[in-house]
Each structure stands twice: as C-alpha cells, then as structure tokens.
C-alpha cells in the first residue's frame, strides 16, 4: 500500500477531525502531497495540498478552517479540520497531485477515510 489515509469518523457540526495519511519515503520525499474529497454525488475535489518546503493551497471552502501540514521525517501529511459543517461529509483521499492545483494525481486512488458531519 502506497498511500494509508485513517482518522476519519463521525463529528457533530462545529467539530474537529484530524487526518493522517502515511506514505512510502520513496513517494512522499520532493512531492506535492495533497487531501481530496468526494461527497455523495459529487466529483472529487482538491481540498488541500502542500509542497515539500510548505507552500500551500487550499479550496475556498476549506479555507480558515482547514489546515494541512507534513512531517517530512515520518512520510505523513496531516488534514487538521476545524468548525465542520455537514458539506464536509465525504470520503477524504490522499494522493500525490502534480502541482499545488490538484488537477492531475500520480498515484490510483485508494480507499479513502469517510467523514460524516452530522448532529
């Protein structure tokens, strides 16, 4: 497994999650990491991604909420989510986009971590 996304659950709106996704050395190191999401009916999306030196990008609708980060010494990128909203409710994905855009992914996808924002 190249990619391992986990830390998903059910959070009450006004919650925080926090998600991990741990990825081989020889993936994670000099790449762009990034979180995706598809909710029910949706297309995937780019919620965040992250260079290897820190630069960031993050949707508009995730923005002041949501925080990515990584830890280049444990190959894993982290999705801190703040002040969920049900709109959050999806399957988050990690992956390798090409740039900071997201438009374009390296690897298949896998199975994702769900998350449910519900009272």
């Known amino acids: 497994v190249q990619l391992q996304a986990s830390g998903g659950g059910l959070v009450q709106p006004g919650g925080s999650l926090r998600l991990s996704c741990t990825a081989s050395?020889?993936?994670?190191?000099?790449?762009?990491m990034g979180w995706f999401r598809q909710a029910p009916g949706k297309q995937r999306e780019l919620v965040a991604a992250?260079?290897?030196?820190?630069?960031?990008n993050y949707a508009d609708s995730v923005k002041g909420r949501f925080t990515i980060s990584r830890d280049n010494a444990e190959n894993t990128v982290y999705l801190q989510m703040s002040r969920l909203k049900p709109e959050d409710t999806a399957v988050y994905y990690c992956?390798?986009?090409?740039?900071?855009?997201?438009?374009?992914?390296?690897?298949?996808w896998g199975q994702g971590t769900l998350v449910t924002v519900s009272s």
């Open positions: 992250i260079t290897n030196d820190g630069s960031t």
């Open positions: 992956n390798v986009p090409l740039s900071l855009s997201g438009e374009y992914v390296r690897l298949l």
């Open positions: 050395k020889s993936i994670f190191n000099k790449n762009v």
